[in-house]
């Protein structure tokens, strides 16, 4: 046996060759089996493998040779430097359109100047008490969320609200690179840079970066990431990239636990199973647990715009207020505008997917709740959905070979793109190309001037797009925060008086978190306890109090509202909300 699998290798058991040329005695195909021997040995052989083919991807990434086009298309990177520029790419824009925002005073206390006092807390080991949110209140009793500590070493370096808005501009870019590469390896590199664009360009983040900072900001590359592991049955993975989120927010953990059932369903039952529990126990504590205990009021501040526990007394008062919230799951029409944004942003392919169900949970609670707002497709709310709708689309592409035909393939990349480029114009990002972006108004230059003129570490009573100018030097409350008491006398006032009190009479959040008339009643009692007038120039008014701190330095010039000085005082402070009241 031994003497004839050396020849069919072309040689003899002692190692010498036959029937090569050059190979020993049999040069010349001598031997009574030389001229079978030499056509064995100069047949074709097998390819050797390579590095490439052991380290190419699992069978479902691998698109099959005409999953693009018919024809070679341009060169372009492969999956990881592909998602690592996008990642750059959408960083820079990012960064453009928040930092122009907030010089341009389009950021306001509720939520930037909140998130800012919850992070400086943090970097001076403090808890995250509220300023903006009132007075001695506990960040986290509005909502849970202790993975902000995360920015306060990052804070401490680089004091100021820039720092959270470049932060959140880099985590949100991050989630480019894992949809990026899996697409790329799913259906080639063109459907990698359509997905890949289309996740940094997805209306919901660029909501969501035009409207100052959020939580969030965290869970949207968790969830990239996740997804990516989900699909490609990385189960472990996608159970750890998940965890994090019971850090985010309290409802996300409802996202984990749909994470988990996901994985018992096609993965490993037990490691799902655990993550479900985990997911459902996680929320039900931060919410009936902690969240009651950190609050002021102790209780969790939003069951009251939930349908089913709004105006509701009583066994029969609950079960009415259900059946309006289901028989309302999609009324009015602007919830079905919602499902529509998500279902157009992947060209209603994505739906098709199981990975895309892991939305209901964010859907459910929002759509369930009394408050409009949630409805829409505006501000945050619908950030942390973009990563997993577009995930959808990428597990479809590898589940459905026919859809990676070229021409099919072409069809769906298109409608992709077209529909991120026509919300583009709509979202925030289109401001890089607005020349109103790169002009700063006489107005703002004059609240920069005025806000300058307050000294670090003071107290000040400011108006919502004020606040942020100054929360990362002083400690800043709203103007319209009072005792409670009616009237305009000393009555009127907080117990603890602020040295300073700046009012923007152009502010265009007029009724919340500060109304017009609430403002007005407010300035009318700061004035008649004392306070003069400073300054009163192209709508800011700047009022100081019969007291002022003795000794302590005014603030050197600064430059768009970024602080040059730390504060002379640790100030522990901030609160957030939109429109007046944070949403869950």
């Known amino acids: 046996m031994n003497a004839s699998m050396g020849d069919v290798r072309g040689g003899t058991p002692d190692g010498t060759t036959r029937g090569i040329p050059g190979g020993g005695p049999a040069d010349a195909g001598g031997g009574p089996d030389g001229g079978a021997l030499a056509t064995l040995a100069l047949a074709p052989r097998p390819p050797a493998r390579t590095r490439s083919s052991r380290t190419r991807p699992s069978r479902r990434d691998r698109p099959p040779a005409e999953s693009t086009t018919g024809r070679p298309g341009p060169r372009l990177p492969g999956p990881v430097a592909m998602g690592w520029t996008l990642c750059a790419l959408f960083f820079s824009l990012y960064a453009i359109v928040s930092v122009r925002r907030h010089e341009r005073m389009l950021s306001a206390g509720y939520d930037l100047g909140i998130f800012e006092q919850a992070v400086r807390a943090y970097a001076h080991g403090h808890a995250p008490v509220a300023g903006l949110k009132g007075p001695g209140f506990d960040l986290l009793g509005d909502h849970f969320h202790p993975i902000l500590a995360l920015l306060a070493p990052l804070y401490r370096l680089f004091p100021g609200p820039l720092t959270l808005l470049l932060a959140q501009a880099a985590l949100m870019a991050l989630a480019c690179l894992p949809l990026t590469r899996w697409a790329h390896r799913v259906a080639g590199p063109v459907a990698g840079l359509v997905v890949g664009c289309a996740t940094g360009a997805s209306w919901g983040i660029a909501s969501a970066i035009g409207f100052d900072f959020h939580e969030i900001a965290f869970a949207v590359p968790l969830l990239a990431f996740s997804m990516e592991a989900l699909g490609r049955s990385r189960w472990t993975a996608a159970v750890l990239w998940a965890a994090p989120l019971l850090l985010v927010k309290e409802d996300l953990g409802l996202t984990l636990a749909a994470v988990g059932l996901y994985v018992a369903w096609h993965g490993p039952r037990r490691l799902g199973l655990v993550t479900a529990v985990a997911g459902v126990t996680g929320t039900a504590v931060e919410v009936l647990v902690l969240?009651?205990?950190?609050?002021?009021?102790?209780?969790?501040?939003?069951?009251?715009?939930?349908?089913?526990?709004?105006?509701?007394?009583?066994?029969?008062?609950?079960?009415?207020?259900?059946?309006?919230?289901?028989?309302?799951?999609?009324?009015?029409?602007?919830?079905?505008?919602?499902?529509?944004?998500?279902?157009?942003?992947?060209?209603?392919?994505?739906?098709?997917?199981?990975?895309?169900?892991?939305?209901?949970?964010?859907?459910?609670?929002?759509?369930?709740?009394?408050?409009?707002?949630?409805?829409?497709?505006?501000?945050?709310?619908?950030?942390?959905?973009?990563?997993?709708?577009?995930?959808?689309?990428?597990?479809?592409?590898?589940?459905?070979?026919?859809?990676?035909?070229?021409?099919?393939?072409?069809?769906?990349?298109?409608?992709?793109?077209?529909?991120?480029?026509?919300?583009?114009?709509?979202?925030?990002?289109?401001?890089?190309?607005?020349?109103?972006?790169?002009?700063?108004?006489?107005?703002?230059?004059?609240?920069?001037?005025?806000?300058?003129?307050?000294?670090?570490?003071?107290?000040?009573?400011?108006?919502?797009?004020?606040?942020?100018?100054?929360?990362?030097?002083?400690?800043?409350?709203?103007?319209?925060?009072?005792?409670?008491?009616?009237?305009?006398?000393?009555?009127?006032?907080?117990?603890?008086?602020?040295?300073?009190?700046?009012?923007?009479?152009?502010?265009?959040?007029?009724?919340?978190?500060?109304?017009?008339?609430?403002?007005?009643?407010?300035?009318?009692?700061?004035?008649?306890?004392?306070?003069?007038?400073?300054?009163?120039?192209?709508?800011?008014?700047?009022?100081?109090?019969?007291?002022?701190?003795?000794?302590?330095?005014?603030?050197?010039?600064?430059?768009?509202?970024?602080?040059?000085?730390?504060?002379?005082?640790?100030?522990?402070?901030?609160?957030?909300?939109?429109?007046?009241?944070?949403?869950?």
Not at 297 to 306: C, S, V
Not at 359 to 379: E, F, I, K, N
Request: proline content about 9%.
């Open 291 to 584: 969240l009651p205990a950190a609050n002021p009021h102790g209780t969790f501040d939003y069951w009251h715009q939930m349908s089913a526990t709004h105006s509701a007394s009583g066994t029969g008062g609950m079960v009415a207020a259900a059946v309006h919230a289901v028989t309302h799951l999609c009324r009015p029409p602007l919830k079905l505008l919602l499902l529509a944004m998500l279902a157009g942003m992947t060209a209603g392919v994505g739906p098709r997917s199981p990975i895309t169900a892991l939305c209901l949970p964010t859907l459910a609670w929002r759509l369930l709740s009394a408050d409009p707002h949630y409805w829409g497709v505006g501000y945050h709310y619908s950030a942390v959905l973009m990563p997993i709708v577009l995930a959808g689309l990428v597990d479809v592409l590898a589940r459905r070979p026919e859809l990676r035909a070229p021409a099919t393939l072409r069809r769906i990349l298109t409608v992709v793109g077209l529909f991120a480029l026509v919300t583009t114009a709509v979202y925030p990002l289109h401001d890089v190309v607005l020349p109103s972006t790169w002009r700063t108004s006489a107005h703002v230059r004059t609240a920069h001037r005025l806000a300058d003129r307050i000294p670090n570490g003071a107290t000040v009573a400011a108006s919502n797009r004020l606040a942020p100018l100054l929360t990362d030097r002083a400690t800043v409350s709203l103007v319209c925060q009072g005792s409670g008491a009616p009237g305009t006398g000393r009555a009127a006032l907080p117990a603890r008086l602020p040295a300073w009190v700046v009012v923007d009479r152009t502010d265009p959040t007029t009724k919340s978190p500060c109304s017009t008339t609430e403002t007005t009643r407010m300035l009318t009692a700061y004035r008649a306890d004392g306070y003069r007038t400073v300054a009163d120039e192209n709508g800011i008014l700047l009022l100081r109090g019969p007291f002022h701190p003795a000794g302590v330095a005014m603030a050197p010039g600064r430059i768009r509202g970024a602080s040059r000085v730390r504060p002379d005082a640790v100030v522990v402070g901030g609160g957030r909300s939109a429109r007046g009241a944070e949403q869950p």
